[in-house]
T-cell receptor, first 109, second 116 residues
Framework: SQQGEEDPQALSIQEGENATMNCSYK?????LQWYRQNSGRGLVHLIL?????REKHSGRLRVTLDTSKKSSSLLITASRAADTASYFC?????????FGEGTQLTVNP | DTEVTQTPKHLVMGMTNKKSLKCEQH?????MYWYKQKAKKPPELMFV???????INESVPSRFSPECPNSSLLNLHLHALQPEDSALYLC???????????????FGPGTRLTVL
């Protein structure tokens, strides 16, 4: 089955620093998405990258996808305290979205 | 309106109770989803509705019964639940991609369910 692993499990940085989270998956995908979740609330979609794309940008977010290595990374530049949240990668395949284990990001003011 | 609403926000129920969770969206999305999320774990897909028809059931126990009365509403009927069913239940919606390549999903805030 499609399972996603993320590392690190937890990341603590200072405001202004960059944060990088990595995601690996097992089977082929149509696209890979990143979501943010604040403290047990609903998830917010951040960015979607299709399997034929290698890099995508949205504001302070940069996502890369390497389908040969079955991996993706999310870079948040110039982090802010408000970026503190859990971040999940999610692989879309077989009409379903499967989430990775998540990275808990803490940005200290 | 890009919001998915869920009611109630919190629900406490006994193992013999019958209750329902409700989800609503007015974005014209024709795909709707139920997810279950345990503490410090990722969401797990339970059901998918496409054009008001159940298209995916991820082997969910029959004590969970989904219903999609119309294109804006999604219900999850609960009966004879177990304490291990306590979790955050998330509803989501999305446009249907006829190419099956997938679209972003919009999530509601969830219902926190506690089964005693």
């Amino acid at each position: 089955s499609q399972q996603g692993e993320e590392d690190p499990q937890a990341l603590s940085i200072q405001e202004g620093e960059n944060a990088t989270m990595n995601c690996s998956y097992k089977t082929s995908i149509n696209n890979l998405q990143w979501y943010r979740q604040n403290s047990g609330r609903g998830l917010v979609h951040l960015i979607l990258i299709r399997s034929n794309e290698r890099e995508k940008h949205s504001g302070r977010l940069r996502v890369t996808l390497d389908t040969s290595k079955k991996s993706s990374s999310l870079l948040i530049t110039a982090s802010r305290a408000a970026d503190t949240a859990s971040y999940f990668c999610a692989m879309f395949s077989g009409s379903r979205l499967t989430f990775g284990e998540g990275t808990q990001l803490t940005v200290n003011p | 309106d890009t919001e998915v609403t869920q009611t109630p926000k919190h629900l406490v129920m006994g193992m013999t109770n019958k209750k329902s969770l409700k989800c609503e969206q007015h974005m014209g999305h024709r795909a709707m989803y139920w997810y279950k999320q345990k503490a410090k774990k990722p969401p797990e897909l339970m059901f998918v509705y496409s054009y008001e028809k159940l298209s995916i059931n991820e082997s969910v126990p029959s004590r969970f019964s989904p219903e999609c009365p119309n294109s804006s509403l999604l219900n999850l009927h609960l009966h004879a639940l177990q304490p291990e069913d306590s979790a955050l239940y998330l509803c989501a919606s999305s446009q249907i991609d006829m190419g099956l390549s997938g679209n972003e999903q919009f999530f509601g805030p969830g219902t926190r369910l506690t089964v005693l």
